[in-house]
């Protein structure tokens, strides 16, 4: 009898271990995300330029169609949604401007692209977290009940580049809450969120996310700084730069180290990886700027991370809106 019973014991641990291996592996795998876009373009200074401000980027129906017929899969749009909400009773968003959003998003999908919706220059949420958390989680409520019946080719990224007092353990505290928010109405859509410190992949190790399916996580890559931002006036202590290569052995073992950092954080997380902005300004010199261009792109691939162009057509744009021509040396950098 006892032999008997320490065997159906034996059994019963056994049969545990097999069905706690299946539950991991079933968990384990039911979060793994497979990016649904490999090849994105970033369309800046048209929607996220302050309200009532033009900047010096362009957004028309056509350059979707243009996007898409140069081979790319996907496209960003950055928008300053706060703006419209921020003074508004119960934070409602202005009609008539989300209506224009409403407009280039069904164009982009007819058009056969990704779109992702991204939330950009939220800067007071970034100055002042506990004062604006309630307008951002009342942003993202709107937006997820509107688009809630869209395809899952319509993709919500939470907040460009969290920043100055957004950091840390509040960082991660807010996303959830946004998270939650979004999913009650959009249980299936995919989330691009990323690290604090302006999307830095040093910054993957304190990113604490909802162990949620279809969430994908985006770092920025503008390294090194002064090489991307040279002679660029719009960032403040590179303007006075010039004529700065890039290309060594040691740039090119760098860049190898950084992205080898990032995948290892993503398959240690079971996580996938987009590399939502890379770019580097016109006043680099044409050369090295088509070489870091490539370098960056082939890399990103490598390592398996979707990228997305930062950006289409205004100082770090490749196609020229006036003569509506792509830099074809810099196009062949990022589409083989």
């Known amino acids: 009898m006892k032999l008997q ?9 056994a049969i545990g271990v097999v069905l706690s291996w299946y539950a991991l592996s079933y968990f384990s795998a039911a979060r793994k995300v497979e990016i649904p876009f490999k090849k994105c373009m970033n369309i800046r200074n048209a929607l996220e330029s302050p309200k009532g401000v033009t900047w010096n980027g362009r957004i028309e129906n056509h350059y979707f169609d243009v996007i898409k017929a140069a081979g790319f899969d996907s496209v ?28 280039y998003i069904n164009y982009a999908l007819e058009a056969g692209l990704t779109v992702i919706l ?40 939470l907040l460009n580049e969290p920043q100055k007092n957004l950091k840390g353990d509040l960082w991660n505290e807010i996303l959830t809450e946004a998270v939650f928010t979004i ?15 302006y ?3 040093n910054r993957l190790e304190k990113l604490n996310l909802p162990d949620n399916n279809n969430i994908i996580v985006s770092i920025h890559y503008y390294n090194p700084a002064d090489f991307t931002f040279q002679g660029d006036p719009y960032h403040k202590g590179y303007e006075n730069l010039s004529d700065i290569p890039w290309g060594s052995p040691e740039d090119i073992r760098k860049l190898e180290a950084d992205f080898l950092k990032a995948s290892d954080w ?25 070489l870091w261009i490539k370098t960056v792109r082939k890399e990103a691939e490598k390592k398996g991370f979707a990228w997305g162009y930062y950006e289409f057509c205004a100082n770090f744009g490749i196609y020229n809106p006036e003569t509506d021509m792509w830099d074809e040396k810099l196009l062949e950098a990022l589409i083989d």
């Open 5 to 13: 019973y320490a065997l159906l014991i034996s059994i019963s641990m």
């Open 76 to 103: 960003r749009i950055p928008v300053r949604f706060s703006d419209y909400a921020i003074n508004n009773p119960n934070y409602q968003l202005e009609e008539e401007f989300v209506a224009k959003i409403d407009h």
């Open 118 to 157: 991204d939330l950009h220059h939220f800067t007071e949420l970034m100055e002042e977290p506990y004062e604006y958390r309630e307008c951002f989680i009342a942003i993202w409520e709107q937006l997820s009940l509107r688009y809630r019946d869209y395809p899952p080719e319509l993709i919500f990224e």
């Open 183 to 197: 999913r009650r109405y959009n249980p299936t859509r995919y989330i691009i969120i990323g690290p604090d410190r």
């Open 199 to 201: 999307n830095s992949l």
């Open 266 to 290: 993503a398959k240690a997380n079971n996580r996938m990886i987009f590399v939502g902005e890379f770019g580097v300004n016109q006043n680099a010199p044409a050369q090295y700027r088509e």
